[in-house]
């Protein structure tokens, strides 16, 4: 049966689905159970969020290297060309 505003109503709407919801459940405990880590142990949880955390910092960590590494190596490229024209224009360094 579908109701005037097109959405589906009457008995066979149901507000919970077991079967989903037991689905559900699996697929999350097999999903840690891969990554290592058992739900029940809230000591586990825990270590399995420090550790997210720990590799985010990490990443955002590693991103700022690699600017710095990048205007690092800018630098000493705009230095040699400073030091190359005026060696050319003087004749001497």
């Keep these: 049966m579908i109701c005037p505003d097109e959405e589906y109503c ?3 709407r149901r507000t919970r689905c077991e079967h989903a919801e037991d689905a559900a459940e699996k697929a999350v405990r097999k999903t840690f159970a891969i990554l290592g880590v058992d739900i029940d142990s809230p000591r586990e949880v825990s270590e399995f969020q420090q550790s997210l955390r720990f590799g985010d910092k990490l990443r955002k960590t590693a991103d700022k290297g ?24 003087t004749g001497s360094p």
Excluded: R
Excluded at 66 to 87: L, N
């Design 66 to 89: 690699i600017i710095a590494f990048v205007v690092s190596v800018a630098g000493i490229m705009g230095t040699a060309v400073y030091i190359g024209v005026k060696t050319k224009i």
């Design 10 to 12: 009457g008995p066979e």
